[in-house]
């Protein structure tokens, strides 16, 4: 008698077992994929600000170059190392716009933008 209460107690705990396994399974994999996410966009993040900060550095450093070498100093960065999330606008004295650059959202490589 004994044995035939515990047979059908023992298939519920083996499918909540399982179950359970599933979950952490999935819960893991979940976190494992956004930490790898999350280390490239911090690396990616870095290396435009390394690429901001040497944009900055090259044009406090060409205070007295005319404006052609400026421009052509920032549209050499920009092709080099594309700043990520800003809008950078350069304007002469008379408040005319020289160089624009407009930041263009990239989903090449992603899975979501």
Request: hydrophobic share 45%.
């Amino acid at each position: 008698m004994p044995d035939s209460i515990a047979a059908p107690l023992e298939l519920p705990r083996l499918v909540m077992r399982n179950a359970l396994m599933a979950a952490a399974a999935t819960i893991a994999l979940a976190m494992l994929l956004g930490i790898w996410r999350m280390s490239g966009d911090i690396g990616g993040e870095v290396d435009s600000a390394a690429a901001l900060a040497g944009l900055m550095a090259r044009l406090g450093g060409s205070q007295s170059d005319p404006d052609r070498e400026v421009l052509a100093t920032l549209a050499e960065t920009q092709q080099q190392h594309p700043l990520r999330h800003l809008e950078l606008h350069v304007t002469g004295p008379d408040g005319r716009l020289l160089w624009a650059r407009r930041h263009r959202r990239s989903c090449a490589g992603r899975w979501t933008c």
